[in-house]
């Protein structure tokens, strides 16, 4: 599966930004999808995951209630509506996929070794 994600660019802080992530083929069905970000210096962690096809979401503490993942059945993608960014959230965000569906435990969802394709990443800055 191929992952290309776009959106990505400056913000001032308080802002909002939408990501997007288009996979090829159908990829999208019935798949579990989530976004990382990598800020310099920092390990890659994860932001949110979908189990797409009406399931569930999932979100780390940090960005409960600034963000959300949704898919977008028309457009054919997976997206990371952020608000009310902060400097803290500045990271190169990527989408990621995974060749097995979201797992019951919903940490597991959360973990970059549950994803097997990963996109190249589209920077965010917040300034």
């Known amino acids: 599966v191929q992952l290309v994600e776009s959106g990505g660019g400056l913000v001032q802080a308080g802002g909002s930004q939408r990501l997007s992530c288009a996979a090829s083929?159908?990829?999208?069905?019935?798949?579990?999808v989530g976004w990382f970000r990598q800020a310099p210096g920092r390990e890659r962690e994860a932001v949110a995951a979908?189990?797409?096809?009406?399931?569930?979401?999932y979100y780390v503490d940090s960005v409960k209630g600034r963000f959300t993942i949704s898919e977008d059945n028309t457009e054919d993608t997976v997206d990371l509506v952020m608000t009310s960014l902060k400097p803290e959230d500045a990271a190169m965000y990527y989408c990621?996929?995974?060749?097995?569906?979201?797992?019951?435990?919903?940490?597991?969802?959360?973990?970059?070794?549950?994803?097997?394709?990963w996109g190249q990443g589209t920077q965010v800055t917040v300034s």
């Open positions: 990621a996929w995974s060749l097995w569906t979201c797992a019951t435990v919903d940490m597991l969802n959360l973990r970059a070794n549950h994803y097997t394709s």
């Open positions: 979908i189990s797409t096809g009406g399931g569930r979401t």
């Open positions: 083929g159908s990829a999208y069905r019935s798949a579990c």
